[in-house]
């Protein structure tokens, strides 16, 4: 007698899923709308308010933290980093001048709604980040990464992943927490070792690797080696207290200067495609469409302000050291989101007690809608500045 065939439910729910993205893909690909878009729209559709296709969110948005920190690792390796700190003014002067001006904005706004001063900063924390994950995805499509407005914008968006640190700590201090002296020494010991290693690399012309002729020639090797060098920089940087991202994009700078960088794309551009897909799913899944409903004009009008003021205080920053108005004013445009580590933020603030569970969902609701909108948002701006240069 043959023995039943059982077939994973996991299983069967990735295949689900898969089917839906071709389907809505195709649909957003004959209306010319980026892939993130229809990322997004899927985790709607799979998630607990939708098909309930996928409940396990919690598994969704660990897959997808994977294709966060490949996608650093890929962008690392099409970095020139001598050109990178050559526009260090930019990354450095002009991020810390826009969270400073993040502030002081929501500080005004909170004058009149009577925020206390840490929800002001959190809050401003919160709205200074921009998604390094949507921005670099949509300059690839664009084939934007190495124009002017793609160095500012990917300068300024390391700065602000090395800068989440900090704001962590901040954050957890306001809400009554005290920073761990070991926790700090670690950090330190973090900055240090990267420092050191983008030295090593400017001084060097090439990093070789060892047994470099063999991998070469080693297709399955290739795969498991470069998987090695981009987890085991983030899981280091990780265990440092440092963002994850940013061990993986260190190690796509050393990958970059070995000259390497052929067989490592064709080994992970594929895990890249689909663990960026889940990442972008997971946000989807993270909108509360019931709550949404039942908060709509409030919603809208925050991811309105978000767009306006984030895009504006870019535009600002970039222009004091961009002559270019136009680069400038699309800079701002590609900045003008809510990034995915606001998200770590706002939970950071919740579990803090700064903010209550209304405001949470608040915030969880315009960061995940003004990833999904950002898109849209960049070309209208585009549209209009054609509309402006050629009239």
Same mark, same amino acid.
């Given at each position: 007698?043959?023995?039943?065939?059982?077939?994973?439910?996991?299983?069967?729910?990735? =295949?689900?899923?898969?089917?839906?993205?071709?389907?809505?893909?195709?649909?957003?690909?004959?209306?010319?709308?980026?892939?993130?878009?229809?990322?997004?729209?899927?985790?709607?559709?799979?998630?607990?308010?939708?098909?309930?296709?996928?409940?396990?969110?919690?598994?969704?948005?660990?897959?997808?933290?994977?294709?966060?920190?490949?996608?650093?690792?890929?962008?690392?390796?099409? #970095?020139?980093?001598?050109?990178?700190?050559?526009?260090?003014?930019?990354?450095?002067?002009?991020?810390?001048?826009?969270?400073? *001006?993040?502030?002081?904005?929501?500080?005004?706004?909170?004058? %009149?709604?009577?925020?206390?001063?840490?929800?002001?900063?959190?809050?401003?924390?919160?709205?200074?980040?921009?998604?390094?994950?949507?921005?670099?995805?949509?300059?690839?499509?664009?084939?934007?990464?190495?124009?002017?407005?793609?160095?500012?914008?990917?300068?300024?968006?390391?700065?602000?992943?090395?800068? #989440?640190?900090?704001?962590?700590?901040?954050?957890?201090?306001?809400?009554?927490?005290?920073?761990?002296?070991?926790?700090? =020494?670690?950090?330190?010991?973090?900055?240090?070792? #990267?420092?050191?290693?983008?030295?090593?690399?400017?001084?060097?012309?090439?990093?070789?690797?060892?047994?470099?002729?063999?991998?070469?020639?080693?297709?399955?090797?290739?795969?498991?080696?470069?998987?090695?060098?981009?987890?085991?920089?983030?899981?280091?940087?990780?265990?440092?207290?440092?963002?994850?991202?940013?061990?993986?994009?260190?190690?796509? *700078?050393?990958?970059?200067?070995?000259?390497?960088?052929?067989?490592?794309?064709?080994?992970?551009?594929a895990f890249k495609t689909m663990f960026v897909a889940l990442f972008f799913v997971s946000v989807g899944m993270l909108i509360d469409l019931e709550f949404v409903r039942e908060n709509a004009v409030t919603i809208a009008v925050l991811v309105f302000i978000v767009f306006l003021i984030n895009n504006t205080i870019n535009v600002l920053v970039i222009r004091i050291f961009c002559?270019?108005?136009?680069?400038?004013?699309?800079?701002?445009?590609?900045?003008?989101? =809510?990034?995915?580590?606001?998200? *770590?933020?706002?939970?950071?603030? %919740?579990?803090?007690?700064?903010?209550?569970?209304?405001?949470?969902?608040? *915030?969880?609701?315009?960061?995940?809608?003004?990833?999904?909108?950002?898109?849209?948002?960049?070309?209208?701006?585009?549209?209009?500045?054609?509309?402006?240069?050629?009239?």
């Amino acid at each position: 007698m043959l023995a039943a065939i059982t077939i994973d439910p996991l299983l069967s729910r990735f =295949i689900i899923l898969s089917l839906i993205i071709i389907l809505v893909g195709f649909v957003l690909s004959l209306l010319k709308q980026p892939s993130v878009i229809t990322y997004i729209i899927v985790g709607l559709l799979v998630g607990p308010d939708g098909l309930g296709v996928i409940r396990d969110e919690s598994l969704i948005s660990n897959l997808g933290s994977l294709g966060l920190v490949l996608l650093l690792f890929f962008i690392g390796m099409e #970095i020139n980093i001598k050109e990178l700190i050559t526009n260090w003014k930019v990354s450095v002067i002009g991020t810390l001048i826009q969270i400073f *001006i993040s502030i002081f904005v929501i500080w005004m706004l909170g004058h %009149y709604f009577g925020w206390n001063p840490q929800q002001v900063v959190m809050l401003g924390f919160v709205i200074s980040l921009s998604s390094t994950a949507v921005v670099i995805k949509l300059l690839e499509e664009r084939d934007e990464i190495h124009s002017v407005a793609g160095q500012y914008v990917l300068g300024i968006l390391l700065v602000q992943d090395i800068l #989440i640190v900090p704001m962590l700590i901040i954050t957890g201090y306001l809400g009554g927490g005290q920073p761990e002296k070991g926790d700090l =020494i670690k950090q330190i010991a973090g900055a240090i070792l #990267i420092l050191i290693i983008i030295v090593y690399i400017l001084k060097k012309k090439e990093v070789r690797f060892p047994f470099r002729s063999i991998i070469s020639k080693e297709h399955e090797t290739q795969v498991f080696v470069a998987f090695a060098l981009c987890f085991g920089f983030a899981t280091l940087t990780a265990l440092l207290g440092l963002s994850s991202a940013l061990g993986a994009f260190v190690a796509g *700078i050393i990958i970059s200067s070995a000259r390497s960088t052929e067989w490592v794309y064709d080994s992970l551009h594929a895990f890249k495609t689909m663990f960026v897909a889940l990442f972008f799913v997971s946000v989807g899944m993270l909108i509360d469409l019931e709550f949404v409903r039942e908060n709509a004009v409030t919603i809208a009008v925050l991811v309105f302000i978000v767009f306006l003021i984030n895009n504006t205080i870019n535009v600002l920053v970039i222009r004091i050291f961009c002559k270019d108005w136009r680069t400038s004013l699309y800079s701002g445009a590609l900045l003008s989101q =809510i990034g995915e580590f606001s998200f *770590i933020l706002g939970a950071t603030g %919740y579990a803090a007690g700064i903010i209550k569970d209304y405001a949470y969902q608040l *915030i969880i609701s315009t960061i995940a809608l003004t990833l999904l909108l950002s898109p849209f948002w960049i070309n209208l701006i585009r549209k209009l500045i054609r509309i402006e240069t050629t009239g």
